[in-house]
C-alpha cells in the first residue's frame, strides 16, 4: 500500500465551525506533513511530525491545530476559521529524511464561508 | 535559506515537440533538488530527484533533468511531450543538513500539451 488517504475530500465549513481533517498511511513512514495550496500556488508547509512529535510549525495560526495519535494517522483540527483559509489541503508522508521522496493524499478542499 | 524561481508559469506546446521547464536555485548550503507534478485535483507526486552522483536524471515516463551547479539550475526536459503530460510541474529543493524533509516549493509552470 503506497497510498496517502485523505478525508473527506471536499469540506463547506462556517467560520464558526469546529471541523477535522484525517490523514492516514500504512508504509510505515516516520514522517508526516501538512501543506496549505490555495488555487495556481505552490504548496505551503504548515507542519511536520517526526516520530509522532511535532517537529516543525510554520508559525500557523492556532485556530488550525495539529494531532498525531499514532504513527499512521494525522489529524488537523479546524476551529474559527476565516474565508482566506480556503484552500486546498494536503497531507503527505516520507521515511523522514530531506532526501526522501514525499507521498501526497490528493487532498482536501476546503471552503469557509 | 533556500529559494527555487521557475521562470515561466505557463508553457503551452504541441503534441510530440520536445519541451523545457525551467528552474533555478539559490542556497547558501547543499541542497537536493527534485521535480514533482500535479495533475488536476490531485496530490503531488515526485517526478525525478538529484541526491548525489551523475548530474543527469531521469524519470520513467521519459523526462529528464540536470544538475548545473555553476548555473544553480535544475531544468527539466521531454524530447516529446504527450497530451497526458498536460500538469502543473513544481520544482523544489530541500536543505541537506535538515532532517525533518522541509521542501521548498518553486511556483510552478503549467505545461498545456495540445493536439
Known amino acids: 500500500d503506497t497510498e496517502v488517504t485523505q478525508t473527506p475530500k471536499h469540506l463547506v465549513m462556517g467560520m464558526t465551525n469546529k471541523k477535522s481533517l484525517k490523514c492516514e498511511q500504512h508504509m510505515g513512514h516516520r514522517a508526516m506533513y501538512w501543506y496549505k495550496q490555495k488555487a495556481k500556488k505552490p504548496p505551503e508547509l504548515m507542519f511536520v511530525?517526526?516520530?509522532?512529535?511535532?517537529?516543525i510549525n510554520e508559525s500557523v495560526p492556532s485556530r488550525f491545530s495539529p494531532e498525531c495519535p499514532n504513527s499512521s494517522l494525522l489529524n488537523l483540527h479546524l476551529h474559527a476559521l476565516q474565508p482566506e483559509d480556503s484552500a486546498l489541503y494536503l497531507c503527505?508522508?516520507?521515511?523522514?529524511?530531506?532526501?526522501?521522496?514525499?507521498?501526497f493524499g490528493s487532498g482536501t478542499q476546503l471552503s469557509v464561508l | 535559506a533556500q529559494s527555487v524561481t521557475q521562470l515561466d508559469s505557463q508553457v503551452p506546446v504541441f503534441e510530440e515537440a520536445p519541451v523545457e521547464l525551467r528552474c533555478n536555485y539559490s542556497s547558501s548550503v547543499s541542497v537536493y533538488l527534485f521535480w514533482y507534478v500535479q495533475y488536476p485535483n490531485q496530490g503531488l507526486q515526485l517526478l525525478l530527484k538529484?541526491?548525489?552522483?551523475?548530474?543527469l536524471v531521469e524519470s520513467i515516463n521519459g523526462f529528464e533533468a540536470e544538475f548545473n551547479k555553476s548555473q544553480t539550475s535544475f531544468h527539466l526536459r521531454k524530447p516529446s511531450v504527450h497530451i497526458s503530460d498536460t500538469a502543473e510541474y513544481f520544482c523544489a529543493v530541500s536543505d541537506r543538513g535538515n532532517q525533518g524533509g522541509k521542501l521548498i516549493f518553486g511556483q510552478g509552470t503549467e505545461l498545456s500539451v495540445k493536439p
Open positions: 503527505a508522508s516520507s521515511q523522514g529524511g530531506s532526501w526522501e521522496k514525499l507521498f
Open positions: 511530525y517526526s516520530y509522532e512529535k511535532l517537529s
Open positions: 538529484y541526491l548525489s552522483g551523475s548530474t
